[in-house]
């Protein structure tokens, strides 16, 4: 409770701080310290030094080396943890990689979890995610949910997974019962050791019975998911209101040429990553474009829902609060509108197009049309000359 209460009383004047700090900071890096909490947000953000209180982090490619004598709470497209926390974590990414030991409770979800040979979690862990893996240590309970778990480490105490398959590997040690619902029997390897027995449970993951869990796993995955993305969108209005402003206008005032820039970007990005696999001189580059290619998709989602809620909002770098409140509506609608077959799916790829293509012209440095108004011209009163309206002012002398 003490994390959580840290985290809502001091989220506002985080923002505060933040923007009164961003340009002494470090390149590429917002960040702030209050009363010993870290916060930070940007491009590969992570303190500098040791953390003597909570972390707050929100990073595409977050690697948090400095270690955290509190609890943390970690977001980002990549999170890998190579140093200590003291407290419990918190770490919700595209991938995450647990490799430091973490002395309260792991709490880990995302499309690819894994706690490495060298992550151990002395608490409780629970972690949720398409594929997970277990190669470390976890402490006194682990529940994994996923679509496929690999278990080869070692658990002091009951485990509970529920997934389609599981793998058990040979220096899996489980010193309690391990309890398996799955719509297969677990691999496992002869030289695994689970003293307390395993528990086979068979649930089909087709049936009725499994649908409505789906469904809430589904629902939370996604509010999870447009709750990450607004909270990068409000964070670059309220950090880069200008430079954020012109991107969208580019999207608004230029749409044909966003639309088409766009869909060559995303054309051709896969076929130039494919050319330069083929090369050797080229592979570190493509490596590079393939890893940062689903945050480029990502970004170019939101700054495409950002091009149409400042339409409404009047998009004006000064006017940050409305532009934030349109965008989580923004979100809001879409996030409902992605469950209406086709049409979710089409408007969506519209959006996503149109902020790539945004994104492009503003890095390229192109401008944005602006529209000017025309004035009626205001004819002089009648009984006046056209030399009497130009009469120079004259002065009083006191």
Same mark, same amino acid.
């Given at each position: 409770?003490?994390?959580?209460?840290?985290?809502?009383?001091?989220?506002?004047?985080?923002?505060?701080?933040?923007?009164?700090?961003?340009?002494?900071?470090?390149?590429?890096?917002?960040?702030?310290?209050?009363?010993?909490?870290?916060?930070?947000?940007?491009?590969?953000?992570?303190?500098?030094?040791?953390?003597?209180?909570?972390?707050?982090?929100?990073?595409?490619?977050?690697? $948090?080396?400095? /270690?955290?004598? @509190?609890?943390?709470? !970690?977001? =980002? &497209?990549? %999170?890998? *943890?190579? +140093?200590?926390?003291?407290?419990?974590?918190?770490?919700?990414?595209?991938?995450?990689? $647990?490799?430091? /030991?973490?002395? @309260?409770?792991?709490? !880990?979800? =995302? &499309?690819? %979890?894994? *706690?490495? +040979?060298?992550?151990?979690?002395?608490?409780?862990?629970?972690?949720?995610?398409?594929?997970?893996?277990?190669?470390?240590?976890?402490?006194?309970? !682990?529940?994994?949910?996923?679509?496929?778990?690999?278990?080869?480490?070692?658990?002091?105490?009951?485990?509970?997974?529920?997934?389609?398959?599981?793998?058990?590997?040979?220096?899996?040690?489980?010193?309690?019962?391990?309890?398996?619902?799955?719509?297969?029997?677990?691999?496992?390897?002869?030289?695994?050791?689970?003293?307390?027995?395993?528990?086979?449970?068979?649930?089909?993951?087709?049936?009725?019975?499994?649908?409505?869990?789906?469904?809430?796993?589904?629902?939370?995955?996604?509010?999870?998911?447009?709750?990450?993305?607004?909270?990068?969108?409000?964070?670059?209005?309220?950090?880069?209101?200008?430079?954020?402003?012109?991107?969208?206008?580019?999207?608004?005032?230029?749409?044909?040429?966003?639309?088409?820039?766009?869909?060559?970007?995303?054309?051709?990005?896969?076929?130039?990553?494919?050319?330069?696999?083929?090369?050797?001189?080229?592979?570190?580059?493509?490596?590079?474009?393939?890893?940062?290619?689903?945050?480029?998709?990502?970004?170019?989602?939101?700054?495409?829902?950002?091009?149409?809620?400042?339409?409404?909002?009047?998009?004006?770098?000064?006017?940050?609060?409305?532009?934030?409140?349109?965008?989580?509506?923004?979100?809001?609608?879409?996030?409902?509108?992605?469950?209406?077959?086709?049409?979710?799916?089409?408007?969506?790829?519209?959006?996503?197009?149109?902020?790539?293509?945004?994104?492009?012209?503003?890095?390229?440095?192109?401008?944005?049309?602006?529209?000017?108004?025309?004035?009626?011209?205001?004819?002089?009163?009648?009984?006046?000359?056209?030399?009497?309206?130009?009469?120079?002012?004259?002065?009083?002398?006191?």
């Amino acid at each position: 409770m003490r994390f959580w209460w840290r985290a809502g009383t001091w989220l506002w004047l985080v923002f505060a701080t933040l923007m009164a700090q961003a340009a002494d900071g470090r390149p590429g890096i917002h960040e702030a310290i209050v009363a010993g909490v870290y916060y930070g947000a940007g491009e590969q953000a992570s303190p500098a030094g040791p953390v003597e209180g909570d972390a707050f982090i929100v990073s595409p490619y977050l690697n $948090l080396t400095q /270690p955290v004598k @509190g609890d943390a709470l !970690l977001a =980002g &497209g990549g %999170v890998l *943890i190579s +140093a200590p926390v003291a407290g419990n974590l918190y770490g919700m990414g595209g991938s995450v990689l $647990l490799e430091s /030991p973490i002395r @309260g409770n792991g709490r !880990l979800t =995302g &499309g690819r %979890v894994e *706690i490495g +040979a060298l992550g151990t979690v002395a608490g409780k862990t629970t972690l949720v995610g398409g594929r997970v893996s277990v190669l470390g240590k976890a402490g006194q309970q !682990l529940t994994v949910f996923a679509e496929h778990v690999t278990l080869d480490g070692e658990v002091d105490g009951n485990v509970t997974i529920a997934a389609r398959t599981l793998a058990i590997g040979p220096h899996t040690r489980v010193k309690g019962r391990l309890t398996y619902r799955g719509s297969q029997p677990a691999q496992s390897d002869p030289a695994a050791v689970i003293i307390g027995g395993m528990n086979y449970l068979s649930f089909d993951f087709e049936e009725e019975t499994y649908q409505p869990v789906a469904k809430v796993v589904a629902w939370v995955g996604a509010i999870a998911f447009t709750a990450g993305l607004f909270l990068i969108g409000m964070l670059a209005i309220l950090l880069a209101p200008g430079w954020t402003e012109h991107m969208s206008r580019l999207g608004r005032r230029r749409p044909m040429s966003s639309l088409g820039l766009g869909l060559v970007v995303i054309v051709c990005v896969p076929i130039a990553v494919v050319l330069l696999m083929l090369t050797i001189v080229g592979i570190p580059l493509a490596l590079m474009l393939l890893m940062a290619w689903p945050m480029i998709l990502l970004l170019g989602y939101l700054a495409g829902v950002m091009a149409v809620s400042d339409a409404i909002a009047g998009p004006r770098a000064e006017a940050k609060g409305r532009r934030v409140f349109l965008l989580a509506m923004g979100l809001g609608v879409m996030l409902l509108f992605a469950r209406v077959p086709i049409a979710g799916w089409a408007i969506g790829m519209l959006l996503v197009i149109l902020g790539i293509g945004a994104m492009a012209l503003n890095a390229m440095g192109a401008v944005a049309p602006v529209r000017i108004k025309k004035q009626t011209p205001v004819a002089p009163e009648a009984g006046k000359s056209e030399l009497a309206s130009r009469q120079e002012p004259t002065f009083r002398k006191e």
